[in-house]
C-alpha cells in the first residue's frame, strides 16, 4: 500500500497541543499520509457481496490448505493410515510366524531390524501393529473428545446446578481406578469372549473423558463472558447458538492441545493395559503390545523397543502438528498479517 | 531402618554399620571394623510385606515365611541338602508310622525365657487345626487323628484327640493313618510352638510374636511395607547360631527395583533375580552369585474335565504335547539357561529323587512323535476344527507371558493346531477359574515344597480329590500306590514305591512337567559366605557382613 | 465467593457415597475370589473359608455388604485388611508419602513446564521449540515404565548420581528422580498448552497497548500474556493433581515407594475392597477440593469470570 502514498503536507502538519507548546521540541515530525480522494481505498474496501461471508469453519480450512505444517502432517497422517489398512503391502513376512530359533537375533536379510524374543520378525510387527495402535489412539480421542467436550462445555457454560453435577460426575470417574475399571469392564458378557481394540477404546473413553471435560469447561468458562459472546447475544443469538457458534470455536485452542497429546499417551495406555493382561489378546497386534513385551530386555536389546515407539512417535507427531496447524487456522488473530 | 540425610554423604557401607548396629543394640561396642567378616554386623536383605499375621499356623506365603523360619524353631530343621535334623526334638519314634512318640530337648526357652514344653506343641498345633481360628495352614493337621471333628464348618472344638501331653518334654502324636514322610513335615512353618503368652492377645502376638528361632524381632521392627528388623536371639540354643548382627528385611514391590539397590549395595542379598537381569546377572556380579536348583518345578496342567482330553484319545494328546515342547530351548532363549529341564514330577534336591525313571521319553522333544499320536488321537475323536488350544495364566507375576508364548508357539508349529496363551489379570481370578473347573484349555501350574519329601510333590497334587489336584486327575492305581508308600517303614522305602507311582503319572500326564525351577541370587559387595538352602531361601544366619 | 465456597463442600457428601458406591461395586464385579486367592493356590479346609468369608463379609449380597460398610465408617472404622491391619493405619502411612511425591511431581510440571512453554511459545518454530517438541514425543512414545527403569538404571546405578530406589522413610531428596519420571508426560501436555496460550495471546490487543505504553518485554510476558494464558495450564494442573495423588503404580514400583499406587494396586489384584474404597474416597475429596481451588484460581486471573 504505502508506494502508492504521495507525500503531502497540508493535511498533517504536526499540530501541537496548546498546554504542552512549551516543553516539545522543535523538531518538526513530518507524517505523509494521502489524500483520501487519491488512495485506491474504494477498490480495496469494494468487498465482492455476492459471496456469502466465510464461516469461521471454511475460513479455517482455506488458511489451513496452504500451511506447510498442514500439509507435511496431512500427508504423515494418510501414510499411517495406509500402512494401517494395508500393512502386507509395506512387510511380506507373516508377522505371526515366530521361532525361538530366531529369539533375539540381529537383522539380516529380509528381516531389517532383526527379531523379538519371541522370535518375531520386529519389521513385520510393527507394520502390522499399525492398526490397532491407530485404532485405539483415534477412536478413543474422538470418544473422549465428544463425551468430555460435550460434558465439559455444557457444565462451563451454564454454571450452577448443571455444572454441579456434570462436573461432580467428572470427580467420580477420575477418582477410579482405571486398571479396576478395565478388569470390570473386560468382564462383562459382551466383551468376555471377543475382546477387541474397541473393548479397550470404550474402557479408556469410560476412564479418560473427565480429563477433555475439565480443559473444556476451563476454556468456556474463560470465553463465555468475552465481549464477542455478549456481543453475538446482544444481536439476538440464542444462547444456545451463541455457546455452539461462538463459544466453543474460540475455545478449542486447548482442546486440540491436549487432544493431540492424549491420543499418544492412548496408544501407551493401552500398552499398560496389555502389559497387565487387561489390554488387547495377544493375538492382535499393536506397538503397546510390543513395547511391553521388550522391557525385560531394553538393556541388552533395546532395538525391539525402539521401533515401535519410533512408529509411535512419529504418529504422535504428525497429529501434533495437525493439531498446531489447525489451531493457527481458527484464531484469527494468530494469523501473519 | 532409614537413613538420614546427613549420615547419607558418609557412604552407604559405613552408614550401614552405625545405623544397623544401633538398631540392632548387640554389638556391645565391641569389634566393629575386624577384618574377614563381621559377626557382630546386621545384613540386609529382600523381602516383601507379610500378607498374614505371623501365625505359625497361618503363614502359607514366602513374604511372611522367610520370617516365621528365622525367629521360630521347630521339632526339625532343614540343613543346606535339605536333610531333616533334629532341631528341638530329642527323639521322635514309631514303630507303625501311625503312632508318634515325640520327646522335646530339655532346658530349652523362647526368647522371653519361658522354657519350651510339650504343651506348647500340642496347643499350638490344637489352635492352627480349629475351625474356628480360620488359621490357612489348618490342613497340615489334617493327617491327626481328630483333625476331621476340630475341623468340622461351625466346630467349637478346639482339641485333637489324636494330640496328647505325657510330661513336661514328652507328647504322642495319633495319625488316623499311617504316614511316613510324617516326620519330614514337622519343620514346616505350620509345626512351631508358641508360647503361653500368645493366647492372650493373639491379634497383638499375630504383629509381634515370640518365637524361639535364632533371631528375634526387633522391638518396633515391623515396620509395614518399608522393613522388617530381626536381632539375634541371644537365648537360642540350636545348630544355626546367627554369624551376623542381625537381618534387615527391606520390603519391595518388585525384585527389580531390589536388583538396582544389590547392584550399588544398596541392600546386601536378593534372592530373586528379575527376568530384566537373567541376562546380566553373571556378569553384574562377578564371583558374587549363586544359580542352583531348589525344591519346585514348573507345570501345565490339562484337567481331565476337558472333552478333548478324556479316554485313550486324550492320553494320546497329552503326550503329543508333551513331546512338542522343546524344553531346553525355553530355558536357554527364554530363560537364558537358568533351569533345567524336568525328567519327573518332583525335584533333583529331594532325597529319593531318579531323573530316569521307565516312561520319561515322554518328557523329550519329539516332534515326530508327537506329530504322529496327535495324528492317531484324531483317529479316534477328531480335535474340533479351529479349536486353539489355550494355556490360562495370571500374568500379575513377572515372567510366566514370555515362556508361555513361547511354549504355545512351538506346540502350534509342531502340531499344526492353533496354540495361545489364554491371559488373566490378577491371581484370584484365575485361581477361581482353576476351582470352580471352567478351564477350556490347559494352565499354568507349578509347585513349591513345604518340606523336603516326595510325597508332598505327589499325594497334595494328585491323590483322587486331593486340595491342590487342579485337573480332577483320579487314578485308583496312583492312589493305591501313595498309599503304600505313606505306609513303609521308613522314609528311603516310601520314596522307592513313591517312584512307582510317578511311573503312573508318566503315562497319564494329568501334568506336563516343564523344568525344575532354580534359584538365582546376587549379594552385595559387603557381604560374604552367603548360600542357598534346598528350598532356595538364602541361609541368611550364615551369611558375614565384611 | 463464600457461598460458592460452601456450596461446593455440601457437593462433597453425594459425591462421596457415590464414588464409593460405585467403587465399591466395581470390586463386587471383578472376578475372582479373594479367600481363594489367599490361600495361594494351596488346599484350604472348607471351615477356615466359611469362616474367612465371613469375617470380611463375603458371604453377604452386595447391598449388605455396602451397608455394613457404611456403618462401620460412621464409627470412623475403614475397615481391615486381609492381613488383619487396619485400613486406616495402612493409608496413614501410605498417604504421606504420596502426597510428597505428587507435590514434587506438580512443582516439576508447573516450573519447567511454564517456563519452557514461554519460551517455546515465544520463539515458536525456533530450535528450542523444535527440541522441546521432539522431547515431548520422547516422553509421549516411551511408558513410564521403560523410562523410569533405564533412568533408574542410568543415574541410580551406573553413574550413582542417586540412590536407585527410595527408602523406607521417603524422605524428599530420594523422591526427585521418581518424582521426575512421574511429573514428565504431564510436563509435556504442559508445556505445550502453555505454549499455544502464550503464541495465541502474544497478537491480543492488550498486548500490542501493552508494548505500545512502552513496557519492558519481560513484564509483558510475565504480568501480561503469562497472567492471561494460565487458565488451561492451571485447569490441567489440577486434574494433573487429583491423578498424582491416587498414587503411581508403575513409577512407584519402579522405585519401591511405599505409597497409595501399590497398595491400590495390590488391593485390587486381592479384591480388597475396605482398601480401595477408602483409597477412592479420599482421592474424591481430594479432586473436589483441587477442583474448587482451580475455580477460585479462575477469577483471580481472569477478573470477567465471577462466581455467585
Given at each position: 500500500m504505502s508506494e502508492k502514498l504521495t507525500p503531502e503536507t497540508d493535511l498533517t502538519k504536526p499540530v501541537i497541543p496548546a498546554a504542552r507548546q512549551g516543553k516539545t521540541s522543535s523538531r518538526v515530525i513530518e507524517h505523509f499520509v494521502a489524500p483520501l480522494e487519491e488512495t485506491p481505498l474504494a477498490a480495496i474496501d469494494?468487498?465482492?457481496?455476492?459471496e456469502a461471508p466465510l464461516s469461521l469453519w471454511a475460513d479455517a480450512w482455506r488458511n489451513l490448505r496452504r500451511q506447510p505444517l498442514f500439509i507435511i502432517s496431512a500427508l504423515l497422517i494418510i501414510f499411517v493410515l495406509v500402512v494401517a489398512f494395508l500393512p502386507h503391502l509395506f512387510a511380506s513376512?507373516?508377522?505371526?510366524?515366530?521361532s525361538l530359533n530366531d529369539s533375539s537375533e540381529g537383522a539380516r536379510a529380509g528381516h531389517p531390524l532383526g527379531f523379538t524374543?519371541?522370535?518375531?520378525?520386529v519389521y513385520s510387527r510393527m507394520v502390522y501393529g499399525t492398526r490397532a495402535s491407530l485404532m485405539v489412539g483415534v477412536f478413543t480421542t474422538l470418544g473422549v473428545l465428544v463425551v468430555g467436550g460435550i460434558m465439559g462445555a455444557l457444565a462451563g457454560y451454564y454454571g450452577g446446578w448443571i455444572d454441579a453435577i456434570l462436573a461432580r460426575l467428572g470427580d467420580i470417574f477420575f477418582a477410579l481406578p482405571l486398571i479396576l475399571g478395565a478388569i470390570v469392564v473386560m468382564q462383562l458378557p459382551a466383551f468376555r469372549?471377543?475382546?477387541?481394540v474397541w473393548t479397550v477404546v470404550l474402557t479408556l473413553v469410560i476412564f479418560g473423558w473427565p480429563q477433555i471435560a475439565r480443559i473444556t469447561r476451563g476454556a468456556v468458562i474463560e470465553n463465555r463472558n468475552a465481549d464477542f459472546v455478549t456481543a453475538s447475544k446482544a444481536l439476538g443469538l440464542s444462547r444456545f447458538s451463541a455457546l455452539v457458534r461462538h463459544v466453543i470455536p474460540n475455545s478449542l485452542a486447548p482442546i486440540i492441545v491436549v487432544a493431540s497429546i492424549s491420543l499418544g499417551t492412548f496408544i501407551v495406555a493401552e500398552a499398560t493395559l496389555s502389559f497387565l493382561g487387561?489390554?488387547?489378546?495377544?493375538t492382535v497386534m499393536s506397538w503397546g503390545n510390543d513395547i511391553a513385551a521388550a522391557q525385560p530386555q531394553v538393556r541388552n536389546n533395546p532395538g525391539v523397543l525402539l521401533w515401535p515407539a519410533v512408529a509411535l512417535s512419529i504418529t504422535v507427531l504428525s497429529f501434533i502438528m495437525l493439531g498446531d496447524a489447525l489451531r493457527d487456522a481458527l484464531d484469527p488473530k494468530a494469523r501473519k498479517r | 531402618m532409614r537413613f538420614s540425610r546427613t549420615s547419607k554423604a558418609l557412604g552407604v557401607a559405613a552408614v550401614l554399620a552405625m545405623s544397623l548396629t544401633a538398631c540392632g543394640g548387640?554389638?556391645?561396642?565391641?569389634?566393629?571394623?575386624?577384618?574377614?567378616?563381621?559377626?557382630s554386623k546386621a545384613i540386609t536383605a529382600n523381602g516383601t510385606e507379610?500378607?498374614?499375621?505371623?501365625l505359625p499356623a497361618n503363614t502359607n506365603e514366602v513374604g511372611g515365611g522367610r520370617v516365621m523360619d528365622l525367629i521360630f524353631a521347630g521339632l526339625v530343621s532343614y540343613d543346606v541338602h535339605g536333610k531333616t535334623v533334629n532341631e528341638l526334638a530329642q527323639s521322635i519314634e514309631t514303630t507303625d508310622s501311625q503312632h508318634y512318640t515325640i520327646k522335646i530337648k530339655p532346658g530349652q526357652v523362647f526368647s522371653d525365657g519361658t522354657p519350651i514344653t510339650a504343651k506348647n506343641f500340642v496347643d499350638a498345633w490344637n489352635y492352627g487345626a480349629?475351625?474356628?481360628?480360620?488359621?490357612?495352614?489348618?490342613?497340615?493337621?489334617?493327617?491327626?487323628?481328630?483333625y476331621d471333628k476340630v475341623s468340622?464348618?461351625?466346630?467349637?472344638?478346639?482339641?485333637?484327640?489324636?494330640l496328647k501331653v505325657v510330661d513336661d518334654t514328652t507328647f504322642t502324636v495319633d495319625l488316623s493313618a499311617p504316614e511316613s514322610d510324617f516326620p519330614l513335615a514337622?519343620?514346616?512353618?505350620?509345626?512351631y510352638p508358641m508360647p503361653e503368652?500368645?493366647?492372650?492377645d493373639i491379634k497383638a502376638y499375630g504383629q509381634n510374636p515370640v518365637g524361639d528361632g535364632p533371631y528375634k524381632l526387633a522391638p518396633?521392627?515391623?515396620?509395614?511395607d518399608t522393613s522388617i528388623t530381626l536381632i539375634p536371639n541371644d537365648k537360642y540354643k540350636g545348630?544355626?547360631?546367627?554369624?551376623?548382627g542381625g537381618v534387615t528385611f527391606t520390603l519391595y514391590s518388585s525384585p527389580d527395583a531390589a536388583y538396582t539397590d544389590v547392584q550399588s549395595d544398596n541392600?546386601?542379598?536378593?534372592?530373586q533375580v528379575p527376568p530384566s537381569g537373567l541376562q546380566n546377572f553373571k556378569t553384574d556380579f562377578k564371583g558374587r552369585f549363586v544359580n542352583q536348583a531348589y525344591a519346585g518345578n514348573a507345570t501345565m496342567t490339562i484337567p481331565s474335565y476337558l472333552p478333548e482330553f478324556k479316554g485313550e484319545a486324550g492320553q494320546m494328546r497329552r503326550q503329543a504335547i508333551s513331546m512338542s515342547i522343546n524344553r531346553q530351548q525355553i530355558i536357554d532363549?527364554?530363560?537364558?539357561?537358568n533351569k533345567k529341564v524336568a525328567t519327573?514330577?518332583?525335584?533333583?534336591?529331594?532325597?529319593?529323587?531318579?531323573?530316569?525313571?521307565?516312561?520319561?521319553?515322554?518328557?523329550?522333544?519329539n516332534p515326530t512323535k508327537a506329530k504322529e499320536l496327535w495324528a492317531a488321537a484324531d483317529k479316534i475323536s477328531?480335535?474340533?476344527?479351529?479349536?486353539v488350544f489355550t494355556i490360562t495364566s495370571?500374568?500379575?507375576?513377572?515372567?510366566?507371558?514370555e515362556y508361555i508364548t513361547a511354549m504355545a508357539n512351538q506346540i502350534a508349529t509342531t502340531l499344526g493346531i492353533k496354540a495361545q496363551l489364554n491371559p488373566i489379570a490378577t491371581f484370584k481370578q484365575s485361581r477361581d477359574l482353576i476351582n470352580s473347573k471352567k478351564l477350556t484349555g490347559a494352565s499354568r501350574a507349578g509347585w513349591q515344597a513345604?518340606?523336603?519329601?516326595l510325597q508332598d510333590f505327589l499325594g497334595p497334587l494328585?491323590?483322587?480329590?486331593?486340595?491342590?489336584n487342579d485337573g480332577d486327575y483320579s487314578s485308583p492305581a496312583f492312589d493305591a500306590k501313595l498309599k503304600e508308600g505313606l505306609a513303609a517303614k521308613s522314609v528311603e522305602e516310601g520314596n522307592k514305591i513313591f517312584n512307582q507311582a510317578q511311573e503312573i503319572l508318566l503315562k497319564d500326564l494329568p501334568v506336563i512337567p516343564l523344568w525344575y525351577q532354580a534359584v538365582q541370587g546376587v549379594w552385595s559387595?559387603?557381604?560374604?559366605n552367603v548360600q542357598f538352602g534346598w528350598n532356595g531361601v538364602?541361609?541368611?544366619?550364615n551369611i558375614t557382613a565384611k | 465467593m463464600v457461598m460458592f465456597t460452601l456450596r461446593r463442600f455440601l457437593q462433597l457428601v453425594p459425591v462421596f457415597f457415590g464414588a464409593t458406591l460405585l467403587v465399591y461395586f466395581l470390586v463386587f464385579a471383578t472376578p475372582g475370589d479373594p479367600i481363594a486367592a489367599l490361600s495361594g493356590g494351596k488346599p484350604m479346609a472348607p471351615a477356615v473359608e466359611a469362616a474367612l468369608r465371613a469375617q470380611y463379609n463375603l458371604d453377604q449380597p452386595f447391598w449388605i455388604q455396602y451397608g455394613l460398610y457404611l456403618k462401620n465408617l460412621v464409627t470412623l472404622n475403614l475397615g481391615q485388611t486381609?492381613?488383619?491391619?487396619?485400613v486406616s493405619a495402612v493409608i496413614g502411612r501410605a498417604y504421606p508419602v504420596t502426597a510428597r511425591l505428587a507435590i514434587m511431581a506438580l512443582a516439576i510440571e508447573a516450573v519447567f513446564g511454564v517456563l519452557f512453554g514461554v519460551i517455546a511459545g515465544l520463539r515458536k518454530g525456533k530450535l528450542f521449540d523444535a527440541t522441546v517438541l521432539v522431547a515431548s514425543l520422547v516422553v509421549i512414545a516411551v511408558p513410564t515404565f521403560v523410562l523410569g527403569f533405564v533412568l533408574q538404571l542410568v543415574i541410580?546405578?551406573?553413574?550413582?548420581?542417586?540412590?536407585p530406589t527410595v527408602s523406607g522413610a521417603a524422605p524428599w531428596d530420594e523422591l526427585i528422580l521418581p518424582a521426575l519420571v512421574l511429573g514428565l508426560v504431564s510436563l509435556a501436555y504442559v508445556i505445550r498448552l502453555t505454549r499455544a496460550s502464550i503464541s495465541e495471546n502474544m497478537n491480543a490487543d492488550y498486548v500490542r497497548t501493552a508494548t505500545a505504553k512502552g513496557l519492558s518485554r519481560p513484564r509483558v510476558v510475565v504480568v501480561h500474556i503469562l497472567r492471561n494464558s494460565l487458565i488451561p495450564v492451571v485447569t490441567f494442573l489440577g486434574a494433573d493433581l487429583g491423578s498424582l495423588m491416587g498414587g503411581a503404580i508403575v513409577t512407584e514400583g519402579i522405585f519401591n515407594v511405599p505409597g497409595v499406587g501399590n497398595l491400590l494396586y495390590k488391593a485390587i489384584q486381592k479384591g480388597e475392597s475396605a482398601t480401595v474404597v477408602a483409597v477412592v474416597g479420599i482421592l474424591v475429596i481430594v479432586f473436589v477440593v483441587a477442583n474448587l481451588v482451580v475455580d477460585l484460581l479462575y477469577a483471580w486471573l481472569d477478573p470477567r469470570i465471577r462466581y455467585v
Amino acid at each position: 500500500m504505502s508506494e502508492k502514498l504521495t507525500p503531502e503536507t497540508d493535511l498533517t502538519k504536526p499540530v501541537i497541543p496548546a498546554a504542552r507548546q512549551g516543553k516539545t521540541s522543535s523538531r518538526v515530525i513530518e507524517h505523509f499520509v494521502a489524500p483520501l480522494e487519491e488512495t485506491p481505498l474504494a477498490a480495496i474496501d469494494n468487498v465482492d457481496e455476492s459471496e456469502a461471508p466465510l464461516s469461521l469453519w471454511a475460513d479455517a480450512w482455506r488458511n489451513l490448505r496452504r500451511q506447510p505444517l498442514f500439509i507435511i502432517s496431512a500427508l504423515l497422517i494418510i501414510f499411517v493410515l495406509v500402512v494401517a489398512f494395508l500393512p502386507h503391502l509395506f512387510a511380506s513376512v507373516d508377522p505371526t510366524s515366530c521361532s525361538l530359533n530366531d529369539s533375539s537375533e540381529g537383522a539380516r536379510a529380509g528381516h531389517p531390524l532383526g527379531f523379538t524374543l519371541q522370535g518375531c520378525d520386529v519389521y513385520s510387527r510393527m507394520v502390522y501393529g499399525t492398526r490397532a495402535s491407530l485404532m485405539v489412539g483415534v477412536f478413543t480421542t474422538l470418544g473422549v473428545l465428544v463425551v468430555g467436550g460435550i460434558m465439559g462445555a455444557l457444565a462451563g457454560y451454564y454454571g450452577g446446578w448443571i455444572d454441579a453435577i456434570l462436573a461432580r460426575l467428572g470427580d467420580i470417574f477420575f477418582a477410579l481406578p482405571l486398571i479396576l475399571g478395565a478388569i470390570v469392564v473386560m468382564q462383562l458378557p459382551a466383551f468376555r469372549d471377543n475382546r477387541s481394540v474397541w473393548t479397550v477404546v470404550l474402557t479408556l473413553v469410560i476412564f479418560g473423558w473427565p480429563q477433555i471435560a475439565r480443559i473444556t469447561r476451563g476454556a468456556v468458562i474463560e470465553n463465555r463472558n468475552a465481549d464477542f459472546v455478549t456481543a453475538s447475544k446482544a444481536l439476538g443469538l440464542s444462547r444456545f447458538s451463541a455457546l455452539v457458534r461462538h463459544v466453543i470455536p474460540n475455545s478449542l485452542a486447548p482442546i486440540i492441545v491436549v487432544a493431540s497429546i492424549s491420543l499418544g499417551t492412548f496408544i501407551v495406555a493401552e500398552a499398560t493395559l496389555s502389559f497387565l493382561g487387561i489390554g488387547l489378546p495377544d493375538t492382535v497386534m499393536s506397538w503397546g503390545n510390543d513395547i511391553a513385551a521388550a522391557q525385560p530386555q531394553v538393556r541388552n536389546n533395546p532395538g525391539v523397543l525402539l521401533w515401535p515407539a519410533v512408529a509411535l512417535s512419529i504418529t504422535v507427531l504428525s497429529f501434533i502438528m495437525l493439531g498446531d496447524a489447525l489451531r493457527d487456522a481458527l484464531d484469527p488473530k494468530a494469523r501473519k498479517r | 531402618m532409614r537413613f538420614s540425610r546427613t549420615s547419607k554423604a558418609l557412604g552407604v557401607a559405613a552408614v550401614l554399620a552405625m545405623s544397623l548396629t544401633a538398631c540392632g543394640g548387640t554389638s556391645g561396642g565391641g569389634n566393629t571394623g575386624a577384618a574377614g567378616g563381621n559377626t557382630s554386623k546386621a545384613i540386609t536383605a529382600n523381602g516383601t510385606e507379610p500378607q498374614n499375621p505371623l501365625l505359625p499356623a497361618n503363614t502359607n506365603e514366602v513374604g511372611g515365611g522367610r520370617v516365621m523360619d528365622l525367629i521360630f524353631a521347630g521339632l526339625v530343621s532343614y540343613d543346606v541338602h535339605g536333610k531333616t535334623v533334629n532341631e528341638l526334638a530329642q527323639s521322635i519314634e514309631t514303630t507303625d508310622s501311625q503312632h508318634y512318640t515325640i520327646k522335646i530337648k530339655p532346658g530349652q526357652v523362647f526368647s522371653d525365657g519361658t522354657p519350651i514344653t510339650a504343651k506348647n506343641f500340642v496347643d499350638a498345633w490344637n489352635y492352627g487345626a480349629a475351625a474356628k481360628n480360620a488359621q490357612l495352614n489348618s490342613y497340615f493337621f489334617a493327617p491327626i487323628k481328630g483333625y476331621d471333628k476340630v475341623s468340622a464348618p461351625k466346630s467349637t472344638l478346639d482339641k485333637m484327640e489324636g494330640l496328647k501331653v505325657v510330661d513336661d518334654t514328652t507328647f504322642t502324636v495319633d495319625l488316623s493313618a499311617p504316614e511316613s514322610d510324617f516326620p519330614l513335615a514337622l519343620g514346616y512353618t505350620a509345626f512351631y510352638p508358641m508360647p503361653e503368652s500368645a493366647y492372650k492377645d493373639i491379634k497383638a502376638y499375630g504383629q509381634n510374636p515370640v518365637g524361639d528361632g535364632p533371631y528375634k524381632l526387633a522391638p518396633g521392627g515391623w515396620k509395614h511395607d518399608t522393613s522388617i528388623t530381626l536381632i539375634p536371639n541371644d537365648k537360642y540354643k540350636g545348630p544355626n547360631k546367627p554369624k551376623n548382627g542381625g537381618v534387615t528385611f527391606t520390603l519391595y514391590s518388585s525384585p527389580d527395583a531390589a536388583y538396582t539397590d544389590v547392584q550399588s549395595d544398596n541392600l546386601d542379598v536378593l534372592d530373586q533375580v528379575p527376568p530384566s537381569g537373567l541376562q546380566n546377572f553373571k556378569t553384574d556380579f562377578k564371583g558374587r552369585f549363586v544359580n542352583q536348583a531348589y525344591a519346585g518345578n514348573a507345570t501345565m496342567t490339562i484337567p481331565s474335565y476337558l472333552p478333548e482330553f478324556k479316554g485313550e484319545a486324550g492320553q494320546m494328546r497329552r503326550q503329543a504335547i508333551s513331546m512338542s515342547i522343546n524344553r531346553q530351548q525355553i530355558i536357554d532363549k527364554i530363560f537364558y539357561g537358568n533351569k533345567k529341564v524336568a525328567t519327573e514330577f518332583t525335584s533333583p534336591v529331594l532325597d529319593g529323587y531318579d531323573g530316569n525313571l521307565p516312561g520319561s521319553d515322554v518328557l523329550k522333544y519329539n516332534p515326530t512323535k508327537a506329530k504322529e499320536l496327535w495324528a492317531a488321537a484324531d483317529k479316534i475323536s477328531p480335535w474340533p476344527a479351529g479349536k486353539v488350544f489355550t494355556i490360562t495364566s495370571n500374568i500379575d507375576g513377572a515372567g510366566n507371558k514370555e515362556y508361555i508364548t513361547a511354549m504355545a508357539n512351538q506346540i502350534a508349529t509342531t502340531l499344526g493346531i492353533k496354540a495361545q496363551l489364554n491371559p488373566i489379570a490378577t491371581f484370584k481370578q484365575s485361581r477361581d477359574l482353576i476351582n470352580s473347573k471352567k478351564l477350556t484349555g490347559a494352565s499354568r501350574a507349578g509347585w513349591q515344597a513345604d518340606y523336603p519329601s516326595l510325597q508332598d510333590f505327589l499325594g497334595p497334587l494328585y491323590g483322587t480329590g486331593a486340595g491342590s489336584n487342579d485337573g480332577d486327575y483320579s487314578s485308583p492305581a496312583f492312589d493305591a500306590k501313595l498309599k503304600e508308600g505313606l505306609a513303609a517303614k521308613s522314609v528311603e522305602e516310601g520314596n522307592k514305591i513313591f517312584n512307582q507311582a510317578q511311573e503312573i503319572l508318566l503315562k497319564d500326564l494329568p501334568v506336563i512337567p516343564l523344568w525344575y525351577q532354580a534359584v538365582q541370587g546376587v549379594w552385595s559387595n559387603n557381604v560374604t559366605n552367603v548360600q542357598f538352602g534346598w528350598n532356595g531361601v538364602p541361609l541368611y544366619y550364615n551369611i558375614t557382613a565384611k | 465467593m463464600v457461598m460458592f465456597t460452601l456450596r461446593r463442600f455440601l457437593q462433597l457428601v453425594p459425591v462421596f457415597f457415590g464414588a464409593t458406591l460405585l467403587v465399591y461395586f466395581l470390586v463386587f464385579a471383578t472376578p475372582g475370589d479373594p479367600i481363594a486367592a489367599l490361600s495361594g493356590g494351596k488346599p484350604m479346609a472348607p471351615a477356615v473359608e466359611a469362616a474367612l468369608r465371613a469375617q470380611y463379609n463375603l458371604d453377604q449380597p452386595f447391598w449388605i455388604q455396602y451397608g455394613l460398610y457404611l456403618k462401620n465408617l460412621v464409627t470412623l472404622n475403614l475397615g481391615q485388611t486381609f492381613s488383619g491391619q487396619d485400613v486406616s493405619a495402612v493409608i496413614g502411612r501410605a498417604y504421606p508419602v504420596t502426597a510428597r511425591l505428587a507435590i514434587m511431581a506438580l512443582a516439576i510440571e508447573a516450573v519447567f513446564g511454564v517456563l519452557f512453554g514461554v519460551i517455546a511459545g515465544l520463539r515458536k518454530g525456533k530450535l528450542f521449540d523444535a527440541t522441546v517438541l521432539v522431547a515431548s514425543l520422547v516422553v509421549i512414545a516411551v511408558p513410564t515404565f521403560v523410562l523410569g527403569f533405564v533412568l533408574q538404571l542410568v543415574i541410580g546405578v551406573q553413574l550413582g548420581w542417586a540412590r536407585p530406589t527410595v527408602s523406607g522413610a521417603a524422605p524428599w531428596d530420594e523422591l526427585i528422580l521418581p518424582a521426575l519420571v512421574l511429573g514428565l508426560v504431564s510436563l509435556a501436555y504442559v508445556i505445550r498448552l502453555t505454549r499455544a496460550s502464550i503464541s495465541e495471546n502474544m497478537n491480543a490487543d492488550y498486548v500490542r497497548t501493552a508494548t505500545a505504553k512502552g513496557l519492558s518485554r519481560p513484564r509483558v510476558v510475565v504480568v501480561h500474556i503469562l497472567r492471561n494464558s494460565l487458565i488451561p495450564v492451571v485447569t490441567f494442573l489440577g486434574a494433573d493433581l487429583g491423578s498424582l495423588m491416587g498414587g503411581a503404580i508403575v513409577t512407584e514400583g519402579i522405585f519401591n515407594v511405599p505409597g497409595v499406587g501399590n497398595l491400590l494396586y495390590k488391593a485390587i489384584q486381592k479384591g480388597e475392597s475396605a482398601t480401595v474404597v477408602a483409597v477412592v474416597g479420599i482421592l474424591v475429596i481430594v479432586f473436589v477440593v483441587a477442583n474448587l481451588v482451580v475455580d477460585l484460581l479462575y477469577a483471580w486471573l481472569d477478573p470477567r469470570i465471577r462466581y455467585v
